[in-house]
């Protein structure tokens, strides 16, 4: 699969897997927009990836992906901004310790 010049969307992109996938990808040349609920982790991986790589390759949007209009519209920004999509990893985890036995509907 070729990577370079890849558009990617990486949800819960931040930190832990995500943020390496989202390295991963942009060492390929791919320009990714990653996901995150967590606005101060989402600025500093931001800067850390602007700092390692050229800036405007990756791009930090605030997104708490259990909104169905929030990740709607992370999607049509990352079409508009860059006219389309290649890349999808879903990635966020939205299910913590207190409710790891809840069902899903």
């Not at 990486?10 to 990808?25: F, M, N, P, Q, R």
């Not at 929030?70 to 508009?80: G, H, I, N, P």
Request: net charge negative; with cysteine; glycine share 10%.
């Amino acid at each position: 699969m070729k990577i370079e010049g890849a558009v990617a969307l990486v949800t819960g992109g931040a930190s832990g897997i995500g943020k390496a996938i989202c390295e991963k990808l942009l060492q390929g040349g791919a320009k990714i927009h990653f996901l995150d609920i967590n606005k101060t982790t989402g600025e500093e991986t931001q800067k850390s990836f602007n700092n390692q790589h050229s800036v405007g390759q990756a791009k930090f949007v605030y997104c708490d992906v259990t909104s169905h209009d929030q990740l709607e519209a992370a999607f049509r920004d990352t079409v508009k901004e860059h006219g389309r999509l290649d890349i999808v990893v879903n990635n966020a985890a939205i299910m913590d310790e207190s409710d790891w036995q809840k069902p899903l509907v």
